[in-house]
């Protein structure tokens, strides 16, 4: 059974720090691309940064210079510095297998929430 699991996630105030992990079972972690998303209250789920195998990463314009992404063996991180408030969202982390792109399993989210 694959279960992606994220944690890291809580209260912080503007312009402090958190870093999220996912870590995932039932799955070999080297053969899939990773992600982050994150879904705010009324809006979409959006991606906020991205992984491959190989280390390439991509970032949402509006992380860009404050979120780093990162992945070994077993786990995948975002270290987010400079927190805003409109950083505050459910955080998602997702798997997509690398030859078959069909083949996608997410977390179950986390609370990421950044108020003074």
């Known amino acids: 059974q694959v279960q992606l699991v994220e944690s890291g996630g809580g209260l912080v105030q503007p312009g402090g720090s958190l870093r999220l992990s996912c870590t995932a079972s039932?799955?070999?972690?080297?053969?899939?691309?990773l992600y982050w998303y994150r879904q705010a209250p009324g809006n979409q789920r959006e991606l906020v940064a991205g992984?491959?195998?190989?280390?390439r990463t991509i970032y949402a314009d509006s992380v860009k210079g404050r979120f780093t992404i990162s992945r070994d063996n077993a786990k995948m991180y975002l270290q987010m510095n400079s927190l805003k408030p409109e950083d505050t969202a459910v955080y998602y982390c997702?798997?997509?297998?690398?030859?078959?792109?069909?083949?996608?399993?997410w977390g179950q989210g986390i609370q990421v929430t950044v108020s003074s």
């Open positions: 997702r798997a997509q297998n690398l030859r078959n792109s069909r083949m996608i399993y």
């Open positions: 039932g799955i070999m972690f080297s053969t899939y691309d």
């Open positions: 992984i491959g195998s190989d280390g």
